[in-house]
């Protein structure tokens, strides 16, 4: 009897990406520690599984190459073969041939594909004939992926608003857009670093806004010997041909400079989500020996979850409505239903809150093996830990903060590291150390990216900022080693002269503040010379409802986020004074600018009275006073977005529907200045 198993392709596919993330965290374990038996049975175990699920599901090829890969595993398992650098670098490639068949199989229902090549190279592995294998690798090239020989950009690249912005902002500077197809030497073992350098080479002078494939599969070699990229530059097509081309193993295929006007925003394509790890539950109890029960968890569709949160919105919204309907009329057993309304709308809102948060860890577990990879072909020894992997945070902002760390890690690696010899004469450890590490504090996530090299050259990012215009020379000698630092973040700053400078660390620096900007989160920046850097990136835990501040400013009544509110307090006209044209305020011995959210805003009518009230906000390092004419309280809130026509405003961050019906403004700290 046949039986239709297409309704089981999603499983397959979750479950196989699962699988996968799995088998390469776990190489990288057994790499560092070849006596770790835990980890070489988890191996074992996770490819028999992935390779009797291919055989269900039809894929051949898959169960075939998943096959000769056990049998390796199975030698080294026994002892029959050594766990080194050779056999861990063919079972990685095993693991990229995968993926790409995975991939395939989503995209086009196909999972067919030559894999006979891996496979010779496995069983010389397996008899010990290195040196056939050695040869064969050599001539490895992965197989095509779908999509990568488009000769129209249109084809591959998807642009969504905030692009078009960026893109046309770009344009009004007088840079240049191109869309760039690039061509990798057939035979080169390293692709994934050439796509690096080939960043490094644009950024010199400009910034990559999309590619094709994506960053992450740049980044891991997943792709055929084509890639795309599309970018804003300040030099010319020739100056930009001449530069690629004297990057080894590359060859320039295409550069076409585009028109702004000609192009149009188009619905993007959602990063999958892992909604859970099973795996992690039995892993757990293989290392422990012991057993234990495993929770039973329910794949669920994003989309559905989306949809109950909006659900859940309406109903915070609405009990906000009645509870100002039952203080108005003073009904007593209105009130009391109202009160257990409110009790269990908290309580589902609770629930759903932590349906939609998920392990940073889905996240963070892909950058092992990339950090592995650069350090290797840049021949620097590196030291990578991460802390914290079960931190929790909102999918939505779990989708997004992915390509952020993925510049920061890479720029640590590349820029904030020294060589080992470098780190030799200057009495460190000739291995090198990056921490990535997440933890909770209060209402927030803090995700922090370190390294223990040179630290950030500020003489040079200062002579720099003066070179491009940023700042003027007599301005720049004023500046504290704080704000020199802050001027990595300015859009276009560069301090690269070439692709090993340390001073390099600032490029694209403005693209990852515009994304964590986005997210409604922050970042800092410490630095030390001599000892190495850290950015310190600080997120909200989920970006659907919050704890707001209600203020009144004259007849207009505004929700700041409670995430930016350090206090509030109340002062009197006679407490304000003028100090180089700002109004200020003594506030526990320090000096507090003071603005008025009224003038901001930009708002009429008459005047406060003598007493007023400021809410003390922070930006980034430092505090800030709103002066408003009243505090009306602290309240959930289910932000709106302002739609297209207001997206982008500075100084809001959406809206709210208040009980009364009324629509409100939610204002956005990091913006409204």
Same mark, same amino acid.
């Given at each position: 009897?046949?039986?239709?198993?297409?309704?089981?392709?999603?499983?397959?596919?979750?479950?196989?990406?699962?699988?996968?993330?799995?088998?390469?965290?776990?190489?990288?374990?057994?790499?560092?520690?070849?006596?770790?038996?835990?980890?070489?049975?988890?191996?074992?175990?996770?490819?028999?599984?992935?390779?009797?699920?291919?055989?269900?599901?039809?894929?051949?090829?898959?169960? +075939? /190459?998943?096959?000769?890969? #056990? !049998? @390796?595993?199975?030698?080294?398992? %026994?002892?029959?073969? $050594?766990?080194? &650098?050779?056999?861990?670098?063919?079972?990685?490639?095993?693991?990229?041939?995968?993926?790409?068949?995975?991939?395939?199989?989503?995209?086009?229902?196909?999972?067919?594909?030559?894999?006979? +090549? /891996?496979?010779?190279?496995? #069983? !010389? @592995?397996?008899?010990?004939?290195? %040196?056939?294998?050695? $040869?064969?690798? &050599?001539?490895?090239?992965?197989?095509?992926?779908?999509?990568?020989?488009?000769?129209?950009?249109?084809?591959?690249?998807?642009?969504?608003?905030?692009?078009?912005?960026?893109?046309?902002?770009?344009?009004?500077?007088?840079?240049?857009?191109?869309?760039?197809?690039?061509?990798?030497?057939?035979?080169?073992?390293?692709?994934?670093?050439?796509?690096?350098?080939?960043?490094?080479?644009?950024?010199?002078?400009?910034?990559?806004?999309?590619?094709?494939?994506?960053?992450?599969?740049?980044?891991?070699?997943?792709?055929?010997?084509?890639?795309?990229?599309?970018?804003?530059?300040?030099?010319?097509?020739?100056?930009?041909?001449?530069?690629?081309?004297?990057?080894?193993?590359?060859?320039?295929?295409?550069?076409?400079?585009?028109?702004?006007?000609?192009?149009?925003?188009?619905?993007?394509?959602?990063?999958?989500?892992?909604?859970?790890?099973?795996?992690?539950?039995?892993?757990?109890?293989?290392?422990?020996?012991?057993?234990?029960?495993?929770?039973?968890?329910?794949?669920?569709?994003?989309?559905?979850?989306?949809?109950?949160?909006?659900?859940?919105?309406?109903?915070?919204?609405?009990?906000?409505?009645?509870?100002?309907?039952?203080?108005?009329?003073?009904?007593?057993?209105?009130?009391?239903?109202?009160?257990?309304?409110?009790?269990?709308?908290?309580?589902?809102?609770?629930?759903?809150?932590?349906?939609?948060?998920?392990?940073?860890?889905?996240?963070?577990?892909?950058?092992?093996?990339?950090?592995?990879?650069?350090?290797?072909?840049?021949?620097?020894?590196?030291?990578?830990?991460?802390?914290?992997?079960?931190?929790?945070?909102?999918?939505?902002?779990?989708?997004?903060?992915?390509?952020?760390?993925?510049?920061?890690?890479?720029?640590?690696?590349?820029?904030?590291?020294?060589?080992?010899?470098?780190?030799?004469?200057?009495?460190?450890?000739?291995?090198?150390?990056?921490?990535?590490?997440?933890?909770?504090?209060?209402?927030?996530?803090?995700?922090?990216?370190?390294?223990?090299?040179?630290?950030?050259?500020?003489?040079?990012?200062?002579?720099?900022?003066?070179?491009?215009?940023?700042?003027?020379?007599?301005?720049?000698?004023?500046?504290?080693?704080?704000?020199?630092?802050?001027?990595?973040?300015?859009?276009?700053?560069?301090?690269?002269?070439?692709?090993?400078?340390?001073?390099?660390?600032?490029?694209?620096?403005?693209?990852?503040?515009?994304?964590?900007?986005?997210?409604?989160?922050?970042?800092?920046?410490?630095?030390?010379?001599?000892?190495?850097?850290?950015?310190?990136?600080?997120?909200?835990?989920?970006?659907?409802?919050?704890?707001?501040?209600?203020?009144?400013?004259?007849?207009?009544?505004?929700?700041?986020?409670?995430?930016?509110?350090?206090?509030?307090?109340?002062?009197?006209?006679?407490?304000?004074?003028?100090?180089?044209?700002?109004?200020?305020?003594?506030?526990?011995?320090?000096?507090?600018?003071?603005?008025?959210?009224?003038?901001?805003?930009?708002?009429?009518?008459?005047?406060?009275?003598?007493?007023?009230?400021?809410?003390?906000?922070?930006?980034?390092?430092?505090?800030?006073?709103?002066?408003?004419?009243?505090?009306?309280?602290?309240?959930?809130?289910?932000?709106?977005?302002?739609?297209?026509?207001?997206?982008?405003?500075?100084?809001?961050?959406?809206?709210?529907?208040?009980?009364?019906?009324?629509?409100?403004?939610?204002?956005?700290?990091?913006?409204?200045?």
């Amino acid at each position: 009897m046949n039986m239709d198993m297409s309704q089981y392709l999603d499983v397959f596919l979750e479950e196989s990406k699962e699988h996968l993330e799995s088998l390469n965290q776990r190489l990288l374990e057994l790499e560092k520690d070849s006596g770790n038996i835990a980890a070489l049975n988890e191996i074992f175990r996770v490819a028999h599984t992935l390779k009797g699920m291919s055989s269900t599901m039809g894929f051949d090829d898959l169960a +075939d /190459l998943t096959h000769h890969m #056990e !049998n @390796v595993l199975s030698d080294l398992k %026994e002892g029959l073969l $050594a766990v080194d &650098s050779k056999v861990v670098d063919v079972i990685f490639k095993c693991f990229d041939r995968i993926q790409l068949i995975i991939d395939s199989i989503e995209t086009k229902g196909s999972g067919a594909m030559n894999n006979s +090549d /891996l496979i010779a190279i496995l #069983e !010389n @592995v397996k008899t010990g004939n290195y %040196e056939a294998a050695a $040869a064969l690798e &050599s001539e490895l090239a992965l197989p095509p992926q779908s999509g990568t020989d488009t000769d129209e950009y249109q084809e591959s690249f998807v642009f969504n608003e905030y692009d078009i912005t960026v893109l046309k902002e770009a344009a009004s500077r007088g840079l240049r857009i191109f869309n760039v197809k690039i061509a990798v030497d057939p035979g080169c073992l390293m692709k994934s670093v050439r796509a690096f350098m080939v960043f490094k080479a644009v950024e010199e002078d400009g910034e990559v806004i999309k590619s094709f494939p994506g960053a992450q599969d740049l980044d891991e070699g997943r792709f055929d010997s084509n890639f795309e990229i599309f970018l804003v530059t300040g030099v010319t097509a020739e100056t930009l041909e001449k530069r690629l081309s004297s990057i080894s193993e590359i060859s320039v295929l295409r550069i076409q400079e585009i028109n702004v006007d000609s192009i149009t925003a188009g619905q993007g394509s959602q990063v999958p989500v892992d909604n859970g790890n099973q795996l992690q539950a039995a892993t757990d109890a293989a290392d422990n020996h012991h057993a234990h029960k495993v929770k039973q968890t329910v794949r669920v569709d994003i989309d559905r979850l989306d949809n109950l949160m909006n659900l859940v919105g309406e109903l915070v919204m609405h009990k906000g409505r009645l509870e100002q309907i039952g203080f108005s009329h003073k009904i007593n057993e209105l009130n009391e239903t109202i009160e257990q309304i409110a009790r269990i709308s908290t309580d589902l809102q609770a629930v759903v809150m932590k349906v939609r948060m998920v392990p940073i860890e889905q996240v963070f577990n892909r950058f092992p093996r990339m950090v592995r990879d650069l350090a290797r072909d840049l021949n620097k020894e590196v030291d990578f830990l991460i802390e914290g992997k079960e931190t929790e945070l909102d999918r939505t902002v779990i989708d997004e903060i992915g390509d952020p760390l993925v510049h920061l890690l890479r720029n640590a690696v590349d820029h904030g590291l020294e060589s080992s010899s470098e780190r030799i004469k200057k009495g460190k450890n000739p291995q090198g150390t990056v921490m990535l590490r997440a933890r909770h504090e209060g209402n927030n996530v803090y995700i922090e990216v370190e390294d223990d090299g040179a630290g950030i050259d500020t003489a040079r990012v200062k002579e720099k900022a003066v070179e491009k215009g940023i700042v003027a020379a007599k301005e720049a000698d004023q500046l504290s080693r704080e704000e020199i630092i802050a001027l990595l973040f300015s859009p276009g700053f560069s301090t690269a002269s070439n692709v090993t400078d340390v001073s390099g660390r600032g490029v694209g620096l403005d693209v990852v503040k515009t994304k964590i900007e986005s997210l409604s989160g922050e970042i800092f920046v410490d630095s030390k010379p001599g000892s190495g850097t850290r950015f310190r990136i600080k997120l909200p835990l989920t970006l659907a409802i919050i704890q707001a501040l209600m203020v009144s400013v004259r007849d207009e009544i505004y929700a700041i986020p409670l995430s930016s509110v350090d206090e509030t307090t109340m002062i009197t006209v006679s407490d304000i004074k003028m100090v180089q044209s700002q109004e200020v305020i003594m506030l526990r011995g320090s000096v507090l600018p003071l603005y008025r959210l009224a003038d901001l805003l930009d708002i009429k009518g008459p005047a406060a009275a003598q007493e007023m009230y400021v809410v003390v906000v922070r930006k980034a390092e430092r505090q800030i006073g709103l002066v408003v004419d009243s505090l009306i309280g602290q309240q959930e809130i289910v932000i709106k977005s302002l739609g297209k026509l207001l997206l982008g405003i500075s100084g809001l961050a959406g809206a709210i529907v208040a009980g009364d019906g009324n629509v409100r403004l939610i204002l956005d700290v990091t913006t409204l200045f």
